[in-house]
T-cell receptor, first 113, second 116 residues
Framework: DTAVSQTPKYLVTQMGNDKSIKCEQN?????MYWYKQDSKKFLKIMFS???????INETVPNRFSPKSPDKAHLNLHINSLELGDSAVYFC????????????FGPGTRLLVL | AQTVTQSQPEMSVQEAETVTLSCTYD???????LFWYKQPPSRQMILVIR??????QNATENRFSVNFQKAAKSFSLKISDSQLGDAAMYFC?????????????FGKGTRLSVIA
């Protein structure tokens, strides 16, 4: 059974377009995250939601807008895509009141041409 | 700010041998969690092992074990009896316990090659 799923796995698009990445977890977790992995493999937090509320918003351009319709979903919408947005985006989830081990989705590879 | 340093960008090991990956971190917190994640070519991030800072006993998961030295802020991963499937990027990560569900802070990773 899939624990944390992301769609799509691959996304190739032109500069200036708007795109969305969806994430769903079926682990009953209350916290979800978006991480960005750049071309040098460095992983960095972008956003964190707890019970549908935004609790962490790192220095990310406001072209990136996360949306959490419910605890099991955290989507990432990106407006006016730029070349530098090309990366792998990982969704993760955890159960806040325990050790909070984060379980990751398979990643979405975004390529902006 | 917390930082995590992995000083070995690349490592290699012969199949069936043992290899140790280094990780150091900087924090002023006394309670925190440490993790090792594995990222094979499939890109999936897989939890390998985790350690609570308040526990003195080193965590072990089958062939994977850690050497946690709290005073030295060191958290190395030892892989015993290395297998071809162990080849991957390994990331060390740090997390403060729940205070707003803090995210993971990752090191830059160590690429491990396993030689048959």
């Amino acid at each position: 059974d899939t624990a944390v799923s992301q769609t799509p796995k691959y996304l190739v698009t032109q500069m200036g377009n708007d795109k969305s990445i969806k994430c769903e977890q079926n682990l009953g977790h209350d916290t979800m995250y978006w991480y960005k992995q750049d071309s040098k493999k460095f992983l960095k937090i972008m956003f964190s939601y707890n019970n549908k509320e935004l609790i962490i918003n790192e220095t990310v351009p406001n072209r990136f807008s996360p949306k959490s319709p419910d605890k099991a979903h955290l989507n990432l919408h990106i407006n006016s895509l730029e070349l530098g947005d090309s990366a792998v985006y990982f969704c993760a989830s955890s159960l806040g009141h325990l050790i909070g081990t984060q379980y990751f989705g398979p990643g979405t590879r975004l390529l902006v041409l | 700010a917390q930082t995590v340093t992995q000083s070995q960008p690349e490592m290699s090991v012969q199949e069936a041998e043992t290899v140790t990956l280094s990780c150091t971190y900087d924090t002023s917190e006394s309670d925190y969690y440490l993790f090792w994640y594995k990222q094979p070519p499939s890109r999936q991030m897989i939890l390998v092992i985790r350690q609570e800072a308040y526990k003195q006993q080193n965590a072990t998961e089958n062939r994977f074990s850690v050497n946690f030295q709290k005073a030295a802020k060191s958290f190395s991963l030892k892989i015993s009896d290395s297998q071809l499937g162990d080849a991957a990027m390994y990331f060390c990560a740090y997390r403060v316990p729940n205070s707003g569900n803090t995210p993971l802070v990752f090191g830059k990773g160590t690429r491990l090659s396993v030689i048959a």
